[in-house]
């Protein structure tokens, strides 16, 4: 019944993004500074397939409050795994769990040990990220809407597919947002 749900869901996902498709440019002929994201259809799909399949096997893995403690998030089949754990083999084994996901292409495991955020950090993260978002989005000089943003615990990650010029403008920006603790680049280069 589970797998049946995964696959009515990753439909309708697919075609959400085949409609985004007729007005969005995406994959090769994506690129230029109005383009949405950079990813091929196929890549942004994948993702979110990813997500999901990583989000079931954490849950089935952990118990559902240390399932609950992490958060997964898929970038061009690249994924990271943010949040909190009580320890270092539960660092450890949230790699492995999700290792075997079809299509992954790497995990960047960003786990910390130590106790799980207050609500008042989970309101700040998401306080920083809207900010940084829209700081990206003003700014001509990075292609904002390209750029993923995670914040956990004052950490901002930054994902996407940029040129040089545009992830050091990008860092910039979140490195200079109120808040921020320290800016992790998680960028892949286009040049």
Do not use: H, W
């Amino acid at each position: 019944m589970m797998k049946k749900l995964l696959y009515i869901a990753l439909a309708g996902m697919a075609l959400v993004q085949l409609q985004a498709c007729s007005t969005t440019p995406v994959g090769g002929e994506a690129g230029g500074p109005g383009t949405l994201d950079r990813r091929t259809a196929g890549a942004v799909i994948g993702d979110q397939e990813i997500e999901i399949r990583s989000k079931n096997r954490l849950r089935d893995a952990f118990p559902i409050k240390v399932a609950n403690g992490i958060a997964s998030t898929s970038y061009n089949r690249q994924l990271l795994l943010t949040g909190q754990v009580p320890d270092e083999a539960t660092r450890a084994r949230a790699s492995e769990v999700v290792q075997g996901i079809p299509e992954l292409r790497a995990v960047l495991n960003e786990l910390s040990v130590s106790g799980g955020a207050s609500l008042t950090s989970k309101a700040n993260d998401t306080s920083i990220t809207g900010q940084v978002k829209t700081r990206l989005l003003r700014d001509d000089r990075v292609p904002g809407t390209q750029i993923k943003v995670v914040t956990e615990t004052g950490v901002v990650y930054l994902m996407g597919l940029v040129n040089r010029a545009e992830a050091a403008a990008a860092t910039e920006v979140a490195r200079t947002t109120s808040g921020v603790a320290k800016v992790v680049v998680l960028f892949e280069y286009l040049d």
